[in-house]
């Protein structure tokens, strides 16, 4: 009896792993939302459906007659882990990262600042950001601090036109939001220089390409050091990145187009304050402070440091694109500094003993984002499961792992759920969900129409 926390990418990928491994292997896969595939269809772009065509591949793995689908069950309030393994002989720890970095400094929790997932999910329709209060009304400048995909992405979507929208599976109140948003001009904020920004060519090339934005990217800051040509001769893609910035710059001398929006590319900055409107409650602006980069030592990869120079920057909407942070269960180890339970080849670690050799808690794994930190694309995580599921089986044929009669699986954590009230839903549940969003998606020509709640959900699939 295995049990899967998480219904992602990775906790899927190690589905379809362990079934093809093992004739024997019953499978239960849970997670706190209505509907599976996690970041796939709460964290990729709308207008990126190509990248969602994965979830046919983990539709079939859902319907293996030997997996069980428990959705709207969060582990740690419906069901404790320590329940889970009492009831499972393997359990594999796969829900991701859910949080954000922080930055630490005055006034982020003012109101207009948001971490990026937040407004990813915002307008992804995932429930538990469906109604943030985002305001695209309030200026027509827009800040993103970060230069990553997700960083990226949300600079798209906050510059595309609306047309192009509408046929994605975009939330229909962020589409509605985004009809009347007065947004137009968006800066991508970065402490480092443009042989170090982190997207991808792919992305970058498709936000350099939007209809009517002008791309604004200052000559200056293209001059390269030594150490930087070294860095940028040392990875293929960041030498492509930096090509397509400096083609930009030259296009945004030369052009004569007349554009509805702006895009500004802004390196050698660091955020030091965001400052208060008059009455303090607000977002009106961000202090940056400009930067130069040292080497590190006994590398070529440098670092920002402050040079004591500061600008400000207006704006009532900035989102924090600086990473995505994995939240701890009770009485488990978690590495913070990380982001990850520390693991041996996803094998999770109890402690550390005196003699320096690290002890394995038996039956308990993880995979992912809470394995490896949150780093690496929906296909990374293909390896990251294989290499898993491995130690899964390894440990199976050593012995270290047995089927155990008095682990009830599937008919145990049932009973369990249903005895304290639990509104699981199950495989065909989703079906009808899914059903259900295609259907109203198509009256308005998308692909489909996500619900935006648990409450929603519930009542689609008829649960009292």
């Known amino acids: 009896h295995v049990c899967i926390v998480g219904s992602g990418p990775a906790g899927l990928y190690a589905a379809e792993k362990l079934l093809k491994l093992s004739a024997e292997a019953k499978i239960d896969v849970f997670d706190r939302l209505p509907s599976p595939f996690g970041l796939v269809r709460s964290g990729v772009a709308p207008d990126h459906q190509e990248t969602k065509i994965v979830t046919n591949q983990f539709t079939r793995v859902l319907s293996s007659p030997r997996l069980a689908f428990f959705g709207n069950v969060c582990v740690g309030k419906d069901i404790e882990l320590i329940e889970l393994r009492k009831l499972y002989d393997v359990v594999v720890l796969a829900y991701g990262s859910e949080s954000d970095n922080s930055l630490g400094i005055p006034g982020e929790d003012l109101y207009g600042v948001f971490s990026a997932r937040e407004f990813v999910w915002w307008y992804n329709a995932h429930p538990d950001c469906a109604n943030l209060d985002v305001d695209l009304c309030a200026s027509d400048t827009a800040i993103i601090l970060g230069q990553g995909n997700v960083a990226i992405d949300v600079a798209r979507i906050l510059l595309r036109r609306v047309e192009d ?99 500004h590319f802004v390196f050698y900055r660091q955020p030091t304050e965001f400052l208060p409107t008059e009455d303090g409650h607000r977002v009106s602006g961000l202090r ?177």
């Not at 980069?293 to 207006?314: D, P, Y």
């Not at 990850?340 to 002890?359: A, C, F």
């Open 165 to 263: 929208l509408k046929s994605t599976d975009i939330a229909h109140h962020a589409l509605r939001a985004l009809n009347k948003s007065s947004i137009k001009k968006v800066y991508l904020i970065g402490r480092r220089g443009p042989a170090q920004i982190s997207c991808t060519a792919k992305e970058l090339r498709e936000v350099l390409g939007l209809k009517g934005v002008n791309v604004v990217v200052r000559s200056s800051d293209l001059a390269l050091s030594e150490i930087d040509v070294q860095e940028i001769n040392a990875s293929r893609i960041h030498k492509r990145v930096y090509e397509l910035l400096n083609k930009a710059a030259m296009n945004g001398k030369h052009s004569l187009e007349s554009y509805e929006k702006e895009l």
């Open 288 to 464: 940056l402070e400009k930067t130069v980069l040292e080497k590190e030592l006994g590398s070529i990869r440098q670092r920002a440091v402050g040079t004591r120079v500061f600008e400000n920057l207006s704006s009532s909407l900035i989102l924090k694109s600086i990473g995505y942070k994995s939240l701890p269960l009770d009485n488990l180890s978690f590495d913070h500094r990380k982001g990850l339970i520390p693991n041996l080849n996803g094998r999770v670690l109890r402690v550390v003993s005196k003699d320096g050799d690290p002890e394995c808690e038996p039956g308990l794994y993880v995979v992912g984002w809470l394995k490896r930190g949150p780093t690496g694309i929906i296909g990374t995580n293909l390896i990251c499961a294989e290499e898993v599921t491995m130690s899964i089986i390894k440990d199976v044929e050593s012995g270290i792992l047995a089927n155990d009669p008095s682990h009830e699986g599937r008919e145990g954590v049932t009973v369990l759920l249903r005895e304290r009230g639990v509104k699981f839903i199950s495989f065909k549940d989703w079906e009808k969900i899914n059903a259900f969003e295609i259907m109203e998606g198509a009256k308005k020509g998308k692909p489909r129409e996500k619900l935006i709640s648990v409450e929603e959900a519930v009542k689609v699939v008829g649960i009292s």
